[in-house]
């Protein structure tokens, strides 16, 4: 699967910004998505995560309420919608897909396909 994430860009506090990533090359349907972020100087983290179908989503506590991550198989793209961004939101976001869905998404090691990022910048 390819991944190629866009959205990204510069927007003050408070505001918001959607994310899409466009997958190609295999049955994206088959395939649970994440999206992920590495703010400078941190490690990559899990933002949140969506299942095959779209009906099982989960959310890392720092954007819960904030963000919301959703998908349309028909056009191979999963989304996260950000709203009431914050400037600890700066950070590139990346999407990645895995087989199966994970028990645990905090844990990075073994995703099957990663995207390239796109810059999120939140000013203050």
């Known amino acids: 699967v390819q991944l190629q994430a866009s959205g990204g860009g510069l927007v003050q506090a408070g505001g918001s910004l959607r994310l899409s990533c466009a997958a190609s090359g295999r049955t994206f349907s088959n395939y649970a998505m994440g999206w992920f972020r590495q703010a400078p100087g941190k490690e990559r983290e899990f933002v949140a995560a969506i299942g095959k179908s779209g009906s099982s989503t989960t959310y890392a506590d720092s954007v819960k309420g904030r963000f919301t991550i959703s998908r349309d198989n028909a056009k191979n793209t999963v989304y996260l919608q950000m709203n009431s961004l914050k400037p600890e939101d700066t950070a590139v976001y990346y999407c990645?897909?895995?087989?199966?869905?994970?028990?645990?998404?905090?844990?990075?090691?073994?995703?099957?396909?990663w995207g390239k990022g796109t810059l999120v910048t939140v000013s203050s």
């Open positions: 990645a897909a895995d087989r199966n869905w994970r028990s645990n998404w905090y844990s990075l090691r073994g995703m099957d396909y």
